[in-house]
T-cell receptor
Framework: ETGVTQSPTHLIKTRGQQVTLRCSSQ?????VSWYQQALGQGPQFIFQ???????GRGNFPPRFSGLQFPNYSSELNVNALELDDSALYLCASSGTGYSPTEAFFGQGTRLTVV | GDSVTQMEGPVTLSEEAFLTINCTYTATGYPSLFWYVQYPGEGLQLLLKATKADDKGSNKGFEATYRKETTSFHLEKGSVQVSDSAVYFCALSDRGSWGKFQFGAGTQVVVTP
């Protein structure tokens, strides 16, 4: 049990719709990173939020956006969903004062776009 | 850019067999290296890590040594159990890049009784 929780665990959306995924970081962690894991592949870095500011972005289009709140929880928003957005979305929390290279992952949100 | 290459699976073994999963990396600096494990339907769990050359990470009977000269971080376990069946991911993170990982494609390991 990592203390990182994601919601919902599963959801199904239609192509063109918008979706919001949520992540509660581990207590004391001020950094949240989001990853997309397509079936049979390794996770791909989407972006990271540190103290409510975006702190790095991977090779994802602008329709992937995020937020971090004062309590360091985070949202991932995806607009204009495409079939290829079907994947497991993982968030990871990390923070100063802990091993700076370590991150703790949630169980993920399985998104299916039909 | 940084990249991680690991051996393709599935790797199928009998219980008590020796496991090796090869992992090599490309990085411009001196990254930290990790092995994460993913059980069916779950997120990623840190298995072990090494933060500098020649460091050995170990946990639950698994070991991996950070080899800068061969840019490798191979995972080994001397005697696997059925409960070790999972997907294993090798990953790197550059210094100062907390939470930003470059993952390999993953290697599925299946251990049969």
């Amino acid at each position: 049990e990592t203390g990182v929780t994601q919601s919902p665990t599963h959801l199904i959306k239609t192509r063109g719709q918008q979706v919001t995924l949520r992540c509660s970081s581990q207590s004391g962690h001020n950094t949240v990173s989001w990853y997309q894991q397509a079936l049979g592949q390794g996770p791909q870095f989407i972006f990271q939020y540190y103290r409510e500011e975006e702190n790095g972005r991977g090779n994802f289009p602008p329709r992937f956006s995020g937020l971090q709140f004062p309590n360091y929880s985070s949202e991932l928003n995806v607009n204009a969903l495409e079939l290829d957005d079907s994947a497991l979305y993982l968030c990871a929390s990390s923070g100063t004062g802990y091993s700076p290279t370590e991150a703790f992952f949630g169980q993920g949100t399985r998104l299916t776009v039909v | 850019g940084d990249s991680v290459t690991q051996m393709e699976g599935p790797v199928t073994l009998s219980e008590e067999a020796f496991l090796t999963i090869n992992c090599t990396y490309t990085a411009t600096g001196y990254p930290s290296l990790f092995w994460y494990v993913q059980y069916p339907g779950e997120g990623l769990q840190l298995l072990l890590k090494a933060t500098k050359a020649d460091d050995k990470g170990s946990n639950k009977g698994f070991e991996a040594t950070y080899r800068k000269e061969t840019t490798s971080f191979h995972l080994e376990k001397g005697s696997v159990q059925v409960s070790d069946s999972a997907v294993y991911f090798c990953a790197l993170s550059d210094r100062g890049s907390w939470g930003k990982f470059q993952f390999g494609a993953g290697t599925q390991v299946v251990v049969t009784p």
